[in-house]
């Protein structure tokens, strides 16, 4: 079993908006994957981005300058 490691967890509310954040990050090169949403989140589409948590927020930075979508960003461990 892995040990938990802190992560940054982005949610979104649709599966739209989580394929264009996909689409940003990778561009940008920013470390991450699309996850299902951990259960103790909620979303309205189920999809959430999971980061290392020293990349959240230039994650969150880039959404923003680019006026995607996203519904929350959260620090948790996974």
């Given at each position: 079993m892995q040990?938990?490691?802190?992560?940054?967890?982005?949610?979104?509310?649709?599966?739209?908006?989580?394929?264009?954040?996909?689409?940003?990050?990778?561009?940008?090169?920013?470390?991450?994957?699309?996850?299902?949403?951990?259960?103790?989140l909620t979303s309205d589409c189920g999809l959430a981005w999971s980061a290392p948590a020293e990349a959240g927020g230039a994650a969150e930075e880039a959404l923003r300058q680019r006026s995607l979508g996203f519904d929350g960003v959260y620090a948790m461990e996974l």
């Open positions: 040990k938990p490691e802190a992560r940054t967890v982005i949610t979104f509310h649709t599966t739209a908006e989580a394929m264009a954040a996909e689409r940003l990050f990778r561009e940008l090169a920013l470390p991450g994957k699309l996850i299902t949403v951990p259960r103790r």
